[in-house]
């Protein structure tokens, strides 16, 4: 009989190792691509690609990297009076990619890993175009962001990983607000114990009393002005200052 998944996590100690067995799971990897590495092919997105790999393989060896989709990208257009006065000092790396799924973060990550850059801290937000594009559901969301997260861990494994539940979407509450919920709230209890792993969930800070995501915090009820990466700077900050002491 198989030992289970849950049993050999107990055994070794580690969520990053239950996250590496529940992602080559076939329970998890039959009937969608999460996890599996996939390049993008839209001619729009592979000058951003290109760049993002190519940050990868030639920076010097930082303090802080993002990795995410248009969220994380746009650090370097609404969020980027913020990112110089908060993060371009520490030694951050932006490695965001409009449109990004787990599939793509996973494959970008194959192509050029993190291992050379050393950061002491990974923030990732990744999932949401999973979800979004409908190209998965909740679990087969959560199980690509946790072979996310065992391939950032497998290539950077002093690390800490912030891993920011993903953001509410669409302006009302309706059933993709319930999905996004589900894969936070997996994603809570899977690292709840792990050392390497601290889970960043700030979704209440985009949702107002009325249950609504006001528009001054993303105007598109996705993406997010200054006023909303002043939201995520703030939530980040003291767990990263915390990971960069180490």
């Known amino acids: 009989m198989p030992i ?12 990053i190792l239950l996250a590496c067995l529940l992602a080559m799971s076939p329970i998890f990897t039959s009937k969608q691509s999460t996890v599996t590495p996939a390049a993008r092919t839209e ?9 993002v790999i190519r940050r990868a393989r030639e920076s010097a060896p930082v303090n802080v ?25 520490a030694g951050a790396l932006n490695l965001g990619v409009s449109g990004d799924r787990t599939e793509h973060v996973l494959w970008r990550l194959d192509q050029a890993p993190l291992t050379r850059l050393a950061p002491k801290a990974v923030v990732l937000l990744i999932g949401t175009n999973n979800l979004g594009h409908g190209t998965a559901n909740a679990a087969q969301t959560f199980s ?16 800490r990983i912030l891993l ?14 319930g999905d996004v919920a589900q894969v936070n709230q997996a994603l809570a209890s899977a690292f709840a114990n792990d050392s390497s792993v601290r889970i960043i969930d700030l979704c209440t800070s985009f949702i107002g009393v009325d249950g609504k995501i006001p528009a001054r ?15 995520w700077a703030d939530g980040i900050r003291a767990p990263l200052e915390d990971a960069l002491k180490k």
Not at 4 to 15: A, D, K, W
Not at 66 to 72: A, L, M, P, R
Not at 144 to 159: D, F, R
């Open 4 to 15: 289970s998944t849950t049993i050999v996590s107990r055994l070794l100690g580690s969520t």
């Open 43 to 51: 001619e729009g997105i592979l000058p951003r690609q290109a760049e």
């Open 65 to 89: 990297v993002f990795v995410g989709d248009s969220i994380t990208q746009a650090w370097e257009d609404g969020g980027a009076a913020i990112w110089k006065d908060r993060f371009a000092s």
């Open 144 to 159: 690509g962001i946790c072979a996310v997260v065992a391939k950032i861990h497998s290539q950077v494994p002093n690390a």
């Open 164 to 177: 920011c539940a993903i953001f509410p979407r669409e302006e009302n509450m309706n059933a993709m607000r």
């Open 217 to 231: 915090l993303m105007p598109d009820f996705l993406h997010l002005t200054p006023a909303g990466y002043q939201v």
